[in-house]
């Protein structure tokens, strides 16, 4: 009789996922966070978004097991400037009334040092879909903070913006900051 109770909780325990309590928490705080819209042209512009949503989650402690995702509302795009702004939204660039959002979502974590990590994913943009790193670094001690930092460069055509140059570009800027928030610290591994 006690053998099968005993055989219960160990397939139990074996099928059931750690609990959050078990796995590092990061919340990426948006007051020390920032992503830009740039673009490189005869007449630069560059825009702010203040609606996104950011994601840092773990499946163990072990940092490449991170998987990072950003949502990035194009009409929440600004600068100083009305009239940048209704060039910016317009279908040519952001077409925010077809393509309300810019995302990114990393499918595999390299490390590159002691505590920095290269995130490699998918950047999609106006329907279009194509691969993409950003940086990922965490505080040395005990991994109570970290950054998600890169900047990703493309040409105009490749995502169907339309300019008067050839060969324009633009990029998207994202510089974020994450704070641990519950859980263990991370573990990192020896880097050489």
């Known amino acids: 009789m006690r053998l099968p109770v005993i055989c219960l909780v160990l397939v139990s325990a074996m099928l059931c996922p750690p609990s959050r309590a078990q796995v590092p928490v990061f919340q990426v705080t948006p007051i020390q966070s920032s992503i830009r819209f740039n673009t490189t042209s005869s007449r630069p512009l560059t825009g702010n978004f203040d609606k996104w949503n950011a994601t840092l989650t773990f499946a163990s402690r072990d940092p490449t097991s991170a998987v990072f995702q950003v949502e990035i509302q194009t009409a929440s795009v600004h600068s100083r400037d ?40 998918t950047f999609t943009m106006r329907g279009v879909s194509k691969p993409a790193t950003l940086k990922l670094a965490i505080a040395d001690q005990g991994g109570g903070s970290g950054y998600v930092q890169g900047i990703v460069p493309f040409d105009f055509k490749d995502y169907g913006m339309t300019s008067r140059k050839v060969n324009e570009r633009g990029e998207v800027d994202l510089n974020l900051k994450a704070d641990q928030v519950s859980g263990p610290g991370l573990i990192h591994k020896r880097f050489q």
């Not at 060039?87 to 990114?104: G, R």
């Not at 490390?111 to 920095?116: D, L, R, S, V």
């Open 82 to 121: 009305s009239k940048n702004d209704d060039e910016l939204k317009s279908k040519n660039l952001l077409n925010v009334a077809q393509d309300p959002v810019i995302s990114f979502k990393s499918d595999k974590v390299v490390q590159t040092g002691k505590t920095t990590y290269d995130l490699v994913g």
